[in-house]
């Protein structure tokens, strides 16, 4: 009875009061926004300048090809490279093509010959899509001119590929420029705010004051505190599947598994972080376990892996990282949401799952046995300190 209880006062408080509200209206326009800016999937007309003092066929061909693709857009060609620096300090281009003079000779030579790429890593997934391509198209130019060269010698063509001598592309990347991907992304930063609501919420069934009669009693009070957490649960569960059934396939992120493997794994993964905000909160004041509980949410995306190979962290973190219910939960969904997945597929993820939940059960019985034994000392004070005053007798009067 108390449990429903707890259930529907949660639902009055979701709606009574403005502030909730306007937090998950915040966090609804957040995905729809991570939606809207990564839903493209690709990044396409990379701005770049090249500057060709070889001013030849060979030169004219790879100025071409870098324009005839979707990923780069040729924005001119510029006469030195300190106009080239310039371009790149000022951030008017992503990377800067330089054809030294004397290429189109070193091809037909066969001598070797180099073309020099400069990178702006400032913006990690330009700096990619800028270095992928203009690779390719060196590469493939590069093949071309030599065959066409070394054919013209009078060479067989069944060893023509053997005797190639290709362009030699030396790229700078000032900026240490790394792989990401809208498709990777995607998925983390969706359920990272379902993450955040998840802490928000149960937090709030801690923070938020009980009525006066459940208060004062030590069972109602937890069955009470139980149907509050059953309607955070619910509500989540409801955005996770929502997520998967309508959030990512609007960009085109279609789970390639079983249904039942997706919700299985959202289910366990909706219950342990609830449990692990729970032991925050029953451990710790109110004021500290707000703080604290924000604090594991917002790191809880490093400490997945995701971010930052869990193998790169000190020993230290790398055991504290299998105790955060996003880490497998994250993992897991790089598996089942991209491939055609197995349940073995999954069992490194669930027993790390199962190890939580053995120790998240543990913590929530031994807190909430050291309350008992804290209210229970309280009643023994207070009745202690409420036996009645003996009052001398009154002596009858002659």
């Given at each position: 009875m108390y449990l429903l209880k707890g259930f529907l006062d949660f639902l009055t408080i979701l709606f009574r009061r403005p502030k909730f509200l306007v937090m998950i209206a915040t966090l609804i326009l957040t995905v729809i926004t991570v939606m809207s800016v990564y839903g493209v999937g690709v990044v396409s007309d990379v701005p770049v300048y090249v500057v060709d003092h070889d001013n030849s066929t060979v030169s004219r061909t790879i100025r071409l090809y870098l324009d005839a693709g979707p990923d780069l857009k040729v924005l001119g060609t510029l006469d030195t490279l300190e106009e080239a620096q310039d371009a790149l300090n000022n951030g008017d281009a992503a990377a800067v093509v330089y054809i030294p003079n004397g290429l189109s000779q070193a091809l037909k030579t066969q001598s070797g010959g180099h073309v020099f790429a400069y990178i702006d890593g400032t913006n990690m997934i330009l700096a990619k899509t800028a270095d992928?391509?203009?690779?390719?198209?060196?590469?493939?130019?590069?093949?071309?001119?030599?065959?066409?060269?070394?054919?013209?010698?009078?060479?067989?063509?069944?060893?023509?590929?053997?005797?190639?001598?290709p362009i030699n592309l030396d790229v700078d990347r000032p900026f240490?420029?790394?792989?990401?991907?809208?498709?990777?992304?995607?998925?983390?930063?969706?359920?990272?705010?379902?993450?955040?609501?998840?802490?928000?919420?149960?937090?709030?069934?801690?923070?938020?004051?009980?009525?006066?009669?459940?208060?004062?009693?030590?069972?109602?009070?937890?069955?009470?505190?139980f149907g509050r957490l059953a309607a955070v649960f619910l509500f989540s569960l409801l955005g996770g599947m929502w997520i998967y059934q309508y959030g990512l396939p609007r960009v085109d992120i279609v789970l390639q598994s079983m249904p039942l493997m997706a919700l299985t794994?959202?289910?366990?993964?909706?219950?342990?972080?609830?449990?692990?905000?729970?032991?925050?909160?029953?451990?710790?004041?109110?004021?500290?376990?707000?703080?604290?509980?924000?604090?594991?949410?917002?790191?809880?995306?490093?400490?997945?892996?995701?971010?930052?190979?869990?193998?790169?962290?000190?020993?230290?973190?790398?055991?504290?990282?299998?105790?955060?219910?996003?880490?497998?939960?994250?993992?897991?969904?790089?598996?089942?949401?991209?491939?055609?997945?197995n349940w073995g597929d999954l069992a490194a993820f669930y027993q790390m799952f199962l190890k939580q939940a053995v120790l998240f059960t543990i913590a929530i019985f031994v807190l909430m046995r050291l309350r008992d034994f804290k209210y229970f000392s309280k009643w023994c004070w207070k009745k202690l300190h409420a036996s009645p005053v003996l009052e001398a007798p009154v002596e009858d009067k002659p």
């Open positions: 992928k391509a203009i690779q390719t198209v060196v590469k493939s130019t590069s093949v071309g001119v030599s065959m066409i060269a070394v054919n013209k010698k009078g060479l067989p063509k069944q060893e023509l590929m053997g005797a190639l001598q240490n420029a790394l792989t990401l991907y809208s498709e990777y992304l995607l998925p983390v930063l969706i359920f990272f705010c379902l993450n955040i609501f998840i802490c928000l919420m149960t937090c709030a069934c801690y923070q938020e004051p009980l009525p006066a009669p459940i208060q004062s009693h030590v069972i109602r009070k937890r069955f009470f505190y794994a959202l289910l366990a993964y909706i219950l342990l972080t609830q449990a692990m905000f729970a032991i925050i909160n029953l451990a710790t004041p109110k004021p500290i376990a707000m703080s604290l509980s924000y604090l594991t949410c917002m790191l809880s995306v490093m400490f997945s892996g995701l971010t930052w190979p869990i193998e790169m962290m000190p020993w230290y973190l790398q055991e504290f990282t299998t105790w955060i219910p996003l880490t497998p939960f994250l993992q897991s969904v790089q598996v089942f949401l991209y491939h055609d997945a």
